[in-house]
């Protein structure tokens, strides 16, 4: 590679030889942040010539010597290092709606306040308790999973989505795309080998969250008292 280098290095100073001649120059410029086809896109279309090579991290010019110089400086000041890829964090919180006045547990916290009276005005369960919650973050448009133990019930929960995509915008939003909540719990019914049935309960859909918004997405039975398992997601765009 170095070799490679110094063979351009000479090309670019045997053109400058013959400036005389020709009135142009050479000149090869060494990339130290930002990528070299990328800036040459952005200095396309003017009166220097202009190569590039990533794996070496160079571009060449030439052009006459004053068009050159610009075009160094151009290039000094694009060299940046790319910004990073905001990161999307999703909290999650897992709310029991029950049919009875009071249940043992923690109490939603101040800032579902709003939440629960909107559950309260969509739903006819009498009391809500917070079960569990957890944030999970993930690059621009990849995907996440975690999984748990509910407490106090030892069922398993798992969690994921697909992809979880930035939206620029006042205020940002996030689009998640392939959303899942499950929890596994007892059947009451027993399987071909005699061992405790298991049914999966939960959620899946596509969701469009604004950031700072408490999105209730939806809910799942988990008993025969119609007891529910409630998901609500907070977005949050992590620079």
Known sequence: MKRILWMLVAVATLAAAQQDKTGFV?????????????????????????RWDSSLRVMVL????????DAEEAIKKLDVAPKPEPNAELTVYLLSGSSQESVEGSEPPADLASTVKQLRGLFTYKSYR????????????????????????????FFRYNSATVNAGSPASVHIDGMSFSVQIP??????????????????????????????????SINDRND??????????IE
């Open 228 to 237: 529910a398992m409630i998901v609500v997601v907070s977005a949050k765009v």
């Open 130 to 157: 917070m079960v569990e919650s957890f944030v999970l973050r993930g690059r621009n448009g990849s995907h996440a999973d975690t999984s748990g133990i509910l407490p106090g019930s030892g069922y398993p929960y």
């Open 62 to 69: 030439s052009g006459r010597p004053e068009a050159v110089a």
């Open 187 to 220: 059947s009451g019914r027993r399987d071909k080998n005699g061992e405790p049935g298991i049914s999966n309960i939960g959620v899946n859909t596509d969701l469009d969250a604004q950031v700072g918004q408490k999105i209730v997405v939806g809910k799942s």
């Open 26 to 50: 050479q000149k090869v410029v060494e990339i130290k942040q930002g990528d070299p086809r990328i800036i040459t896109g952005l200095l396309r279309g003017g009166s220097v010539d202009l």
